[in-house]
């Protein structure tokens, strides 16, 4: 179904027709969908800002061949998700991990070794940052296939036809796979996720995130703190919904911002175009 207002296919056909003002202004309402779906794709902010950059790209490219038959947000979602899906570079993609992994990485008892490492800033925040890392690098324990399913299913709340058409899927399968993921991730987070009941401590572990660079202190912004909304994220399926309830919607980095209007300003722009253009 196109959902696009009249000013938003104003805006597109301006872009195609090479307007950058609108090329930018179409980049920038897609950016943080672009930015928030790759980190929960891959886990880490430097990754995720590299895909950000890489698919934006794509979309930028391949503006020309939107038939407005969808809404934008559908047709960059399917773009993001191949490029993802298939992404090479990420830490996790050279180090995989698993809900075994995981699982043992916490039941190992390993912080308790570990001292202070807090330097004085506010334990709350600190686990705070760990929580939103932890969840981030929990969707990493499943298949990328998986793993596209459960975050436009739980995290997106893509109505289930949507999600199904991105995905290439009929809708009853993208649901079957969508309820089997899900108890596979509420199992795991009932087993070790201490906000879910299990044996796992944000507070008891944010020192062991320190020693092994899951957070770091010293930074006067961390990594998750650039918020602009606080959504609910997930639906009330089950009783372990709610761990993932205060999962907020992140701005794109600053430096991704200011990469867009440097390409868009610069005078490889055309160049950009025409090379990607041609792979497209």
């Known amino acids: 179904m196109n959902d ?35 980190l929960r794709m ?21 503006l020309s061949s939107f038939r407005q038959e969808s809404s934008l947000s559908t047709w960059v979602f399917r773009i993001a998700l191949n490029h993802l899906r298939d992404y090479k570079k990420g ?22 070794d570990v001292p ?23 969707l990493q324990c499943l298949d990328a296939e998986s793993r596209c399913i459960y975050v436009l299913g739980t995290m997106f709340r893509l109505d289930s036809r949507v999600a199904a058409d991105i995905l290439g899927l009929n809708p009853a399968t993208y649901r079957q796979r969508l309820s089997r993921i899900r108890k596979k991730v509420g199992a795991f987070l009932g087993e070790y996720c201490g906000l879910g ?18 957070i770091d202190p010293g930074l006067e912004e961390c990594s998750y703190r650039d918020i602009a909304q606080f959504t609910d994220a997930m ?13 907020p919607a992140y701005r794109t980095p600053e430096e991704v911002r200011d990469w867009v209007k440097g390409l868009l300003a610069s005078g490889s722009f055309a160049t950009v175009m025409q090379t990607e253009g041609a792979k497209g």
């Open 197 to 214: 009941g299990g044996s796992c401590s944000c507070k008891r572990r944010t020192n062991y995130a320190i020693a092994t660079h899951r």
């Open 235 to 247: 639906e009330e399926l089950d009783g372990l919904s709610q761990v993932f309830a205060d999962l």
């Open 91 to 112: 830490m996790f993609t050279q180090r995989p991990l698993s809900f075994e992994i995981y699982g043992e990485d916490i039941a190992s008892g390993r912080e308790r």
């Open 4 to 38: 696009l207002t009249a000013l938003e296919k104003q805006t597109i056909e301006r872009a195609v027709a090479g307007d950058q003002k609108a090329l930018e202004e179409v980049l920038a309402g897609v950016q943080d969908l672009v930015f928030n779906l790759s």
């Open 42 to 62: 891959l886990g880490l902010l430097p990754d995720a800002e590299d895909a950000t950059q890489e698919i934006l790209i794509k979309v930028m490219t391949r």
């Open 116 to 138: 202070d490492l807090g330097g004085g800033v506010d334990q709350g925040l600190l686990e705070r940052e760990l929580k939103l890392s932890c969840t981030n690098v929990m």
